[in-house]
């Protein structure tokens, strides 16, 4: 099957920094991927679907300015969390498949802890 | 908008027991159905996915589904669990690959 890794996988920030998350497609082209947002003990969240070469789009209630998302090549979209807060330590999730968004499966990265101090 | 109700938030089973978590839907169009498993320590996998067709669904390591459109259900089974099923398992409705995720069942296979 396809392969999406995600770098790094966990970090720690102080409050008010920025972190940027990797997702990649190591084995086919994603013009589309997805991110989400995994709380302790809940379901994935989707926060937004990257499209390569143009803006993301955010699910209601994402703050876009906050969760910025850059999809600038067919293997590669990054997340990053600007002025993070302890409020946003959560594990970040992205997901991608060779056959999207026309049909087909989604793979997932293995996710990234992100704890916020 | 689609969303996904799982009804067994945490189940406890002894080997070799039946297995069945429920999963409902509601989405107004056509559905993809997917049921995924996390394991301890390790990212989600696909265990089977409904498109279309055959609306019992089989998937890895035993796994089945059956998809029932006027139930708006797709339930997941096992006839018999190992302790290596000790996970969370995932519904979700997804549409062009942009999916909607039950809670989540924790399910613990006692040896």
């Known amino acids: 099957g396809a392969v999406v890794s995600q770098h790094p996988s966990w970090v720690i920030c102080k409050s008010g920094t920025s972190v940027k998350i990797e997702c990649r497609s190591l084995?086919?082209?994603?013009?589309?991927m997805f991110w989400y947002r995994q709380f302790p003990k809940q379901s994935l969240m989707l926060m937004a679907t990257?499209?390569?070469?143009?803006?993301?789009?955010?699910e209601q209630g994402v703050e876009k300015d906050k969760f910025l998302i850059n999809h600038a090549s067919l293997t590669l979209s990054t997340l990053t969390v600007t002025s993070a807060h302890p409020e946003d330590s959560s594990f970040y999730i992205c997901s991608a498949g060779p056959g999207l968004p026309l049909g087909g499966e989604q793979y997932f990265g293995p996710g990234t802890r992100l704890t916020v101090t | 908008a689609q969303s996904v109700s799982q009804h067994n938030h945490h189940v406890i089973l002894s080997e070799a027991a039946s297995l069945e978590l429920g999963c409902n839907y509601s989405?107004?169009?056509?559905?993809?159905l997917f049921w995924y498993v996390q394991y301890p320590g390790q990212h989600l996998q696909l265990l089977l996915k409904?498109?279309?067709?055959?609306?019992l669904v089989k998937g890895i390591k035993g796994f089945e589904a059956e998809f029932i459109k006027s139930k708006f259900s797709f339930n997941l089974r096992k006839p018999s669990v190992q302790w290596s099923d000790t996970a969370e398992y995932f519904c979700a409705v997804g549409n062009a690959g942009k999916s909607t995720f039950g809670d989540g069942t924790t399910l613990t296979v006692k040896p």
């Open positions: 989405y107004g169009g056509t559905v993809n």
């Open positions: 084995d086919f082209q994603a013009t589309t």
């Open positions: 990257s499209n390569e070469g143009s803006k993301a789009t955010y």
């Open positions: 409904y498109f279309s067709g055959d609306p």
